[in-house]
């Protein structure tokens, strides 16, 4: 099966400018997850989707990140306006919904530079 | 607070020197742990799903294993192709992952 696909793989920006990161989620996969992953760390969540709906954002810095998944498959994530502190890998993952704890499938991820 | 550990931070071994990571949990109402492997520039990639203590799974070099407190990831005779960094994650109310080991494997 495919797995979870996101673009672009690379960015560089200007601090203060926009940015958006697009995923598609492994087909039938209910839940999507946009994590960030800074050098030497492990992934942090930002948001959660279960279907269309917002899951949990409690880690989202919500005056400058957004994030919305149409149609309850495809998703952005948003940032606007960056910060040196967004330098990081954005990655998305998706799982089936329901049951015992099912494992996040990532994708390869977008390498973030805000300079 | 919860909160996952994994040591070492860094592991060089020679190929055919086995050795195991291990990941240390505190948190309440375990539902699940998972390992991943994460290669440089790349996204993780899912190894194995434990529930319970006493739980073991298997998958070519690696196996893991989950006590009340901790888990394992035992490699044995390692190869070059096995150096990455291994991540595990703690599913309790939220999902949690350590910071990682990263293992290197030198001919």
């Known amino acids: 099966e495919a797995g979870v696909a996101q673009s672009p793989r690379y960015k560089i920006i200007e601090k203060r400018q926009s940015v958006a990161f697009w995923c598609n989620p492994i087909s039938g996969h209910a839940t999507l997850y946009w994590y960030q992953q800074i050098l030497g760390q492990g992934p942090k969540l930002l948001i959660q989707?279960?279907?269309?709906?917002?899951?949990?954002d409690s880690q989202l810095p919500k005056d400058r990140f957004s994030a919305e998944r149409l149609k309850g498959v495809d998703s952005t994530l948003k940032i606007q306006p960056a910060k040196l502190e967004d330098s990081a890998v954005y990655l998305c993952?998706?799982?089936?919904?329901?049951?015992?704890?099912?494992?996040?499938?990532f994708g390869p991820g977008t390498r973030l530079t805000v300079l | 607070e919860d909160q996952v550990t994994q040591s070492p931070e860094a592991l060089r071994l020679q190929e055919g020197e086995s050795s195991s990571l291990n990941c240390s949990y505190t948190?309440?109402?375990?539902?699940?742990l998972f390992w991943y492997r994460q290669d440089p520039g790349k996204g993780p990639e899912f190894l194995f799903t434990?529930?319970?203590a006493g739980e073991e799974k298997e998958k070519e070099r690696l196996k893991a294993t989950l006590t009340k407190k901790e888990s394992f990831l035992h490699i044995t005779a390692p190869k070059p192709e096995d150096s990455a960094t291994y991540l595990c994650a703690v599913q309790a109310d939220k999902l949690i992952f350590g910071t990682g080991t990263r293992l290197q494997v030198f001919p």
């Open positions: 989707f279960q279907n269309n709906g917002v899951v949990d």
């Open positions: 948190v309440s109402g375990l539902r699940g």
């Open positions: 434990l529930y319970s």
């Open positions: 993952a998706s799982s089936t919904g329901t049951g015992s704890p099912r494992p996040r499938i």
